[in-house]
């Protein structure tokens, strides 16, 4: 069974563009989330997706985007990039995304460099 | 708001020399505890998941266990190929899928 699969795998931006990262879960899947991970702040959530829906969003400002489209396929948009926007952008994906526990397993992530 | 605190930041070890990790919580309702592996410039790996005080799992070299307040991650006579990043994440009761990671620990085992 295929993993979750992020494009493109490594990104350099200068400062003021936007950039859209992709991501898709393993088959079957319907929650697909989103993390920014930093050397200074470790990971941080993003947001979740589940059925085209966002259920929950974490403290990032407005520049920070998402959708999720019906094969449950998740893009992330980032607008007027920042240096400090430079990180690694994770996805998970879960199942059904209300069970308990239900475990996230994550992709390979997506290098953003903002010059 | 939920917190989660790893120790120690980083340790070394030697070949089969064994230790543990220790993850700290605070949730204000706990529906998992997750553990993760992550190497150099990859996603987290999942370890395990463990969701009620008593709880203990296994997996190879790999045992976690956990408690009202805290997770640990004991490791049994370590091998090189167990260096990595070992990171620990809660899952509060009410936030769907949100995960709370630590700022993990940074395992290196010497040959």
């Known amino acids: 069974k295929a993993g979750v699969t992020q494009t493109p795998r490594y990104l350099i931006k200068t400062r003021g563009q936007q950039v859209t990262l992709s991501c898709s879960p393993i088959s079957g899947h319907r929650s697909v989330s989103w993390y920014q991970q930093t050397p200074g702040q470790g990971l941080q959530f993003l947001f979740e997706?589940?059925?085209?829906?966002?259920?929950n969003k974490g403290n990032f400002p407005g520049r920070f985007s998402g959708r999720q489209f019906s094969n449950s396929r998740s893009e992330m948009n980032v607008s007027t990039l920042e240096l400090g926007d430079s990180a690694l952008y994770l996805c998970a994906s879960s199942l059904a995304g209300a069970q308990v526990g239900d475990t996230q397993y994550f992709g390979p992530g997506t290098r953003l460099t903002v010059l | 708001e939920d917190q989660v605190t790893q120790s120690p930041e980083a340790l070394r070890l030697q070949e089969g020399e064994s230790s543990s990790l220790n993850c700290s919580y605070t949730?204000?309702?706990?529906?998992?505890l997750f553990w993760y592996r992550q190497d150099p410039g990859k996603g987290p790996e999942f370890l395990f998941t463990?969701?009620?005080a008593g709880e203990e799992k296994e997996k190879e070299r790999l045992k976690a266990t956990l408690t009202k307040k805290e997770s640990f991650l004991h490791i049994t006579a370590p091998k090189p190929e167990d260096s990595a990043t070992y990171l620990c994440a809660v899952q509060e009761d009410t936030g769907f899928q949100k995960l709370v990671f630590g700022t993990g620990t940074r395992l290196l085992v010497s040959p």
């Open positions: 463990l969701y009620s």
């Open positions: 949730v204000s309702g706990l529906r998992g």
């Open positions: 997706y589940f059925s085209e829906t966002q259920r």
